[in-house]
């Protein structure tokens, strides 16, 4: 048992090389711009569990904030002039179901074990490759769902301006100050509801005016009932999203794909999203008719109430773990500042807690039962 343990082993260690799987550069072109004039910097959020920052994110790994519920996932920009929100959904995958078994790997087996044990490792590990591998050896790999891209009136000065990411309820949360009018937008994925809410509002009413829409590359976008976004499109699996706007005071209008918000008090964005994929074997569900349940769903709920019930679902989980290392003034600084200042060699305990608390938030906010196991898919 011990020998056909370990030369599994060293097969999956072949297997996981990483050029077997297909690499995809992140585009980054059209990430927002932090060309402002930023003054009066923000203050730190009241809770000392939130990872904040002074300027938009320019750079998708290293800077944007991720928010998700498990299937559904977003990075968040926090851009003034221009926002982008790049969706996930995990299912979107670019294969089709496929026997990837080898006929060969069972009467191989015992061979690669021997020249295991004989020493043989080299010629082992090439036996293996022949013979023991998946066919194709190369597997379909998962993709992104595309882009929102909200575009808001020119500004060249921004005050107190702060992004950030609260892991006690996992909402975002962008704000700052133009001509003393305070705008705020809230970005959170709902387990419960199954929706990406994004939350438009301002110090002054009638003060909300931009434009949305959604792209992906060999993605089709158009504009529906409802004042509907629609993006749609084939990898192996049929793909959807929709955004549907709920706004109070002013107008909307979608034409062509863009929907077109002026001098509303506040606004919400529900975007949904599924694909055809059943199972590893099964990919002829319907796209568009998830989509249609998800918003028929809540349909009569206001955002008040989608946001208290993700924040109790959510903190079911999150509040069962509590850690504390001690603070210094450093929780008062940006969480970028403080990290490079412990770069440097400065004490700050407090980011130890931050830091293992913010990995529980990933898994949290990756994985939940029913869906696929967690994954850098969305990170």
């Not at 048992?1 to 690499?23: H, K, N, P, Q």
């Not at 001509?179 to 110090?203: C, K, N, W």
């Not at 003060?207 to 060999?218: Q, S």
């Not at 918003?295 to 109790?312: C, F, T």
Request: negative net charge; proline residues 5%.
């Amino acid at each position: 048992m011990y020998r056909t343990l370990f030369a599994v082993v060293v097969v999956g260690l072949i297997a996981a090389d990483t050029s077997w799987a297909a690499r995809h550069d992140v585009d980054e072109s059209s990430n927002p711009k932090a060309n402002q004039t930023y003054v009066d910097e923000a203050s730190a959020p009241d809770e000392p569990l939130t990872l904040w920052y002074r300027k938009p994110a320019t750079r998708w790994e290293t800077e944007a904030l991720p928010v998700g519920n498990g299937r559904l996932a977003a990075m968040v920009f926090g851009g003034v002039n221009n926002e982008r929100i790049q969706l996930n959904e995990e299912t979107v995958w670019d294969g089709v179901p496929t026997d990837y078994n080898n006929p060969e790997a069972l009467k191989a087996l015992p061979e690669v074990r021997r020249l295991l044990f004989d020493g043989k490792n080299a010629e082992a590990t090439r036996l293996a490759g022949k013979t023991m591998m998946g066919r194709p050896m190369k597997i379909k790999s998962y993709q992104t769902l595309g882009d929102i891209h909200l575009d808001f009136p020119d500004t060249d000065e921004v005050s107190s301006y702060r992004r950030d990411l609260d892991l006690t309820t996992a909402i975002n949360r962008t704000q700052y100050t133009v001509d003393g009018i305070e705008y705020t937008r809230e970005v959170y994925v709902s387990a419960p509801d199954q929706v990406i809410v994004i939350h438009l509002a301002a110090s002054q009413p009638g003060k909300i005016n931009f434009t949305a829409r959604l792209a992906r590359e060999n993605a089709s976008a158009r504009s529906a009932s409802d004042n509907r976004l629609v993006l749609q499109g084939k990898l192996g699996v049929d793909y959807e999203a929709q955004l549907r706007p709920v706004i109070h005071g002013g107008s909307v209008t979608s034409a062509n794909g863009e929907l077109k918000v002026s001098g509303a008090d506040d606004v919400t964005l529900l975007v949904v999203a599924a694909t055809s994929y059943n199972s590893a074997t099964d990919i002829s569900g319907n796209a568009t008719a998830r989509c249609d349940k998800y918003l028929q769903s809540i349909s009569n709920k206001s955002y008040e109430d989608l946001r208290a019930a993700h924040v109790a679902d959510y903190q079911t989980l999150f509040n069962r773990v509590q850690l504390d290392l001690g603070t210094t003034d450093a929780v008062s600084k940006p969480t970028d500042q403080r990290l490079r200042d412990i770069k440097k060699g400065k004490h700050d305990p407090q980011f130890e807690t931050l830091y293992f608390q913010f990995g529980r938030y990933l898994l949290i906010s990756s994985s939940r039962p029913g869906y696929r196991p967690a994954s850098p898919r969305w990170l």
